[in-house]
């Protein structure tokens, strides 16, 4: 479904009849509440998918429960013995929970849909363009360290230190959330993007390592 959709808040509201039943329902019941049948699932966002506040300081076990809970009530395998209709409605849900649950619990994804649902998403008008000038330094010495390293140990010693930057601008961000500071958010999420791309590069150099990094 579309983020506009569900941001207009146009599907998510009022009342629906049971497919099976026609009772009258919340468009938000998995469930009907007369005859028990497995419901299409409704059109929402990923934090109200998982019943959790829009935040970026996500507990994770808070996460986990809801995630895992969801997902047992309405998982594939409880509709083996039912109708067509109401395997290929759980399997709906289990797909849409499986995207919220992957969206929500990496913290770069995270902020990058929360600001999506703010309305100020990371590659919006400005066409993604970086006028960090902070940024392009740090990731121009990174990129040359990088290129530079003699083996895998100085390779190694980089992801580590990127680590450490990221972990740094993870607490940041949360700060930025907290405060509604949007444009620090994307600020912030801009350099842990490209941290977590330098990360992944160094990560496949050490992999194909052995003949790759030069001594
Ligand atoms: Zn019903």
Redesign the pocket.
């Known amino acids: 479904m579309s983020l506009d959709r569900v941001i207009s808040g146009e599907t998510a509201a009022g009342q629906r009849p049971?497919w099976?039943?026609q009772?009258p329902l919340s468009v938000r019941a998995a469930f009907?509440h007369?005859?028990g049948?497995i419901q299409p699932p409704a059109a929402l966002d990923h934090f109200r998918r998982l019943n959790l506040a829009p935040r970026f300081d996500l507990p994770t076990a808070d996460l986990e429960q809801q995630y895992f809970g969801l997902q047992r009530s309405l998982h594939p395998d409880r509709f083996a013995g039912k109708s067509s209709r109401e395997k290929a409605l759980s399997l709906q849900h289990a797909t849409a929970l499986n995207e919220a649950y992957d969206v929500l619990r990496q913290p770069l994804r995270r902020g990058e849909y929360l600001l999506e649902l703010r309305g100020r998403p990371l590659n919006g008008a400005d066409g993604g363009t970086i006028d960090d000038e902070e940024l392009l330094t740090q990731a121009m010495a990174m990129r040359e360290r990088l290129a530079d390293a003699a083996g895998e140990a100085e390779v190694l010693a980089l992801i580590a230190s990127a680590e450490a930057d990221a972990a740094a601008i993870l607490a940041e961000i949360e700060g930025a959330f907290a405060q509604e500071d949007l444009a620090s958010a994307a600020r912030l999420l801009t350099r842990l993007r490209y941290l977590a791309k330098l990360t992944a590069e160094a990560r496949a150099r050490v992999a194909g390592a052995g003949s790759g990094v030069q001594a």
């Open positions: 049971c099976s039943c009772a009907c007369a005859c049948r």
